[in-house]
């Protein structure tokens, strides 16, 4: 089945700890993105890729991290400098970089500090 | 600068009556709109979306959403609610040119027996 498979879906990051969560998708797709979820905030954007070897900062980037080495995978790192990293992590991808297509999401990455 | 405001960030309805649940946004100009669902600990999906064609867009599990450009509204209905509903909703604006979505900030849906 295509889809979008994130890992793992809990995490727990000590003080001054770097982790990187997992997203891959086997649907061809050029466009990725990750987004934060925390309650009541709705989703913030946190980089975006447009294609393959190419990433551009969203509203909340800073404490984070991406690579885009290979299509279908688009790791996303929570630096140290994340002060607040306490979320529910959310990747997903489009067919192309274009507002009017369909994302199909991941079933997320719940990120907690110890 | 696109933003989407959802109106009540939680919504109670009895099983098998209307639910409604509202979304305002604001836009520079013609705006993408969507609905998306999340149920509990998962990716959220998409209901429906509305890219200038029909105003009354029919999506998936019976819900529907009406763009209506005077009241800069797209509120989410359906006619009759089932448990299975129970969920989290987004309303989502974009615009062409960029795929930068904003997104409001969500309403659960709880359904009554």
């Known amino acids: 089945d295509g889809g979008i498979t994130q890992s793992p879906k809990y995490l727990f990051r000590k003080e001054g700890q770097n982790v990187t969560l997992s997203c891959e998708q086997n649907l061809n797709h050029d466009a990725m993105y990750w987004y934060r979820q925390d309650p009541g905030q709705g989703l913030r954007l946190i980089y975006y890729s447009q294609i393959v070897n190419d990433f551009q900062k969203g509203d909340i980037a800073e404490g984070y991290s991406v690579s885009r080495e290979k299509k279908e995978s688009f790791p996303l790192t929570v630096t140290s400098a994340q002060k607040n990293p306490t979320a529910f992590y959310l990747c997903a991808s489009s067919r192309t970089f274009a507002t009017n297509e369909k994302l199909f999401f991941g079933s997320g990455t719940q990120l907690s500090v110890l | 600068a696109q933003s989407v405001t959802q109106l009540g960030s939680h919504v109670s309805v009895s099983e098998g009556a209307l639910v409604l649940l509202r979304c305002n946004y604001s836009s520079s100009v013609p705006p993408y709109l969507f609905w998306y669902v999340q149920y509990p600990n998962q990716g959220l999906q998409l209901l429906l979306k509305?890219?200038?064609?029909?105003?009354l867009v029919k999506g998936i599990n019976g819900f529907e959403a009406e763009f209506k450009k005077s009241e800069t509204s797209f509120h989410l209905t359906k006619p009759s609610a089932h448990m299975s509903d129970a969920a989290e909703y987004f309303c989502a604006v974009g615009k062409q040119g960029a795929q930068k979505l904003v997104f409001g900030q969500g309403t659960r849906l709880t359904i009554n027996p």
């Open positions: 509305y890219t200038s064609a029909a105003t």
